[in-house]
């Protein structure tokens, strides 16, 4: 089964623009976390933030987590091409493995 | 540390044969999960392994599939027999503990049965 569920299902972006992507789950969570997904490649960890924390940052990525809605959202701040992958989130059910939504594919055009 | 290794990288087979996935996680990582990906269902949890032993086989799609951990620095994903539907990438990844603990993901199997 799917926990989180990400939208939109794609988003393309020039170069320099902002990238926001959402992610809705369905139970509560102890954190929620961000993996990118270069083509051909495994996920990468990007971010966690757990379920008493409203904000987080790194980088370019700013992280937040509103768990009266069950959302969280990830923003990619000054795009560059390289940030063109599949993002994903992926929460954990009480203690369990994570579940991971199917993905934001996002497109940056230089 | 390599991270995480899968072989083989790619396996093209015919249907009915049997397939045997590889990964050896991150040397420490006590928690190891086996995914399958595809775009049509897209990342889904097979098995997972803490200390060895596997916790949730819950998502094994039929009795074809059987996954092992012998020891610490190596498991195994075996298909008998393949399918066209098995066809999808298979990815292994390795934690420090199962739950909410970062996980360390392989490069993956394309995995086509013909």
């Known amino acids: 089964s799917q926990q989180g569920e990400e939208d939109p299902q794609a988003l393309s972006i020039q170069e320099g623009e902002n990238a926001t992507m959402n992610c809705s789950y369905k139970t509560s969570i102890n954190n929620l976390q961000w993996y990118r997904q270069n083509s051909g490649r495994g996920l990468v960890h990007l971010i966690l933030?757990?379920?008493?924390?409203r904000e987080k940052h790194s980088g370019r990525l700013r992280v937040t987590l509103d768990t009266s809605k069950k959302s969280s959202s990830l923003l990619i701040t000054a795009s560059r091409a390289a940030d063109t992958a599949s993002y994903f989130c992926?929460?954990?059910?009480?203690?369990?493995?994570?579940?991971f939504g199917k993905g934001t594919t996002l497109s940056v055009s230089s | 540390d390599a991270g995480v290794i899968q072989s083989p990288r790619h396996e093209v087979t015919e249907m009915g044969q049997e397939v045997t996935l590889r990964c050896k996680p991150i040397s420490g990582h006590n928690s190891l999960f086996w995914y399958r990906q595809t775009m049509m269902r897209g990342l889904e949890l097979l098995i997972y392994f803490n200390n060895n032993v596997p916790i949730d086989d819950s998502g094994m799609p039929e009795d074809r599939f059987s996954a092992k951990m012998p020891n610490a620095s190596f498991s195994t994903l075996k298909i008998q027999p393949s399918e066209p539907r098995d066809s999808a990438v298979y990815f292994c990844?390795?934690?420090?503990?199962?739950?909410?603990?970062?996980?360390?993901f392989g490069p993956g199997t394309r995995l086509t049965v013909l």
């Open positions: 992926a929460t954990d059910e009480a203690g369990t493995a994570l579940i």
């Open positions: 990844a390795s934690s420090l503990a199962s739950g909410s603990w970062e996980q360390f």
């Open positions: 933030i757990r379920s008493n924390e």
